[in-house]
Antibody
Framework: QVQLVESGGGVVQPGRSLRLSCAGS????????MHWVRQAPGKGLEWVAV????????NYADSVMGRFTISRDNSKNTLYLQVNSLRPEDTAVYYC???????WGPGTLVSVSS | DIQLTQSPSSLSASVGDRVTITCRAS??????VAWFQQKPGKGPKSLIY???SLQSGVPSKFSGSGSGTHFTLTISSLQPEDFATYYC?????????FGPGTKVDIK
């Protein structure tokens, strides 16, 4: 069955960086667009970024443009999100989701605090 | 960016009730709308795509309709497992945007 599992979250100080990973199984990741979506504690869902199946095209939310980078390694069936210059407002559960947003991982929590 | 509003923001309903949630877009988005259910502590679950197509495995008590700027999600007979928060999403253009959510709880 299709599974997505995020990892790499944690508690970090403002201005620091993290790399989030999303491991896919049960399907061929290289055939799909992939997205990152986040949810701040007690808040709604916010779309963050998307990457094309071959990694050649990317789009970002204005709130993360220039600080976050989405990438993928199809040979490893893995999606990444490099998050730099973290701010307290980036505190959220980060979800990866497949192209049609049909399958979601359980999320990984990023907490930005001094 | 395309803005989505949802109404109501919350509602209280009883088991067996028919519930309708509305999502409005700030500009026309054809049928590029999806609906998601989220329970506390869990990731979202996809219910509807293309405004009215049921995602595989989703029970037929869920239905969606609409096009352009006005969309609805209907639950025909509310069951205990349906108490959750529901979000609409527009995927007509980047950046994708979600509605603020509608919380459905027990009356």
């Amino acid at each position: 069955q299709v599974q997505l599992v995020e990892s790499g979250g944690g508690v970090v100080q403002p201005g620091r960086s993290l790399r989030l990973s999303c491991a896919g199984s049960g399907f061929t990741l290289s055939s799909f667009l992939m997205h990152w979506v986040r949810q701040a504690p007690g808040k709604g869902l916010e779309w963050v970024a998307v990457i094309s199946s071959d990694g050649s095209n990317k789009n970002y939310a204005d709130s993360v443009m220039g600080r976050f980078t989405i990438s993928r390694d199809n040979s490893k069936n893995t999606l990444y999100l490099q998050v730099n210059s973290l701010r307290p407002e980036d505190t959220a559960v980060y979800y990866c989701t497949r192209g049609g947003l049909d399958f979601w991982g359980p999320g990984t929590l990023v907490s930005v605090s001094s | 960016d395309i803005q989505l509003t949802q109404s109501p923001s919350s509602l209280s309903a009883s088991v067996g009730d028919r519930v309708t949630i509305t999502c409005r877009a700030s500009q026309g988005i054809s049928t590029s709308v999806a609906w998601f259910q989220q329970k506390p502590g869990k990731g979202p679950k996809s219910l509807i795509y293309g405004a009215s197509s049921l995602q595989s495995g989703v029970p037929s008590k869920f239905s969606g309709s609409g096009s352009g700027t006005h969309f609805t999600l209907t639950i025909s007979s509310l069951q205990p497992e349906d108490f959750a928060t529901y979000y609409c999403l527009q995927y007509n253009s980047y950046p994708f945007t979600f509605g603020p959510g509608t919380k459905v709880d027990i009356k």
